[in-house]
């Protein structure tokens, strides 16, 4: 399997209940963020959201879509939403919110292996075009975001 760390932070001139409560509410993604398809429910999980599993599939900027799970497993909100993905892709995923005047700060960890075949066979070539690809989901993420917040996207940044 092909392993990828990724690591992006979007600067949102917005507060941090208004950015943190639309990540969130992962079914109102598909409304602002136009890589995502779909979001289905499968487990609401507690109260807390804790246990909840969504099922995504993405589409990228490259000729391929990716469906995976997402179970959360950690939910703090203004702070973080943790989850394990199992899928097309597996691994774990979190966001982190802080509010630094006069932006939102949203940094996500994006920690994940590939088991599609074909990607794991031309990973060894084709990695930094999944690493654009994944970069450039995040950049329209982040616009999305700002677009819906009615506000302005400060600042991106791929580590």
Known sequence: MAEFRFITIWRIEAPLSQVSDAIFSCHE??????????????????????????????????????????????????????????GELEGVGCWHFYYEAPATIVRYEWHVRTTRGWMNLLAPVA?????????????????????????????LTHC
């Not at 995976?68 to 703090?76: K, P, Y």
């Open 29 to 86: 993604w598909p409304l602002w963020w136009k890589n995502v398809e779909k979001v289905d429910e499968i487990n609401p999980g507690d109260p807390d959201g804790i246990g909840g599993l969504w099922r995504f599939t993405w589409k990228g900027q490259l000729p391929y879509r990716l469906t995976f799970d997402i179970c959360v497993v950690r939910a703090e909100p203004l702070k973080l939403l943790e989850g394990l993905a199992s």
């Open 127 to 155: 990695k930094p075009l999944f690493a654009w690809n994944h970069n450039q989901v995040m950049r329209q993420g982040a616009e999305g975001l700002a677009l819906r917040l009615n506000t302005r996207l400060l600042g």
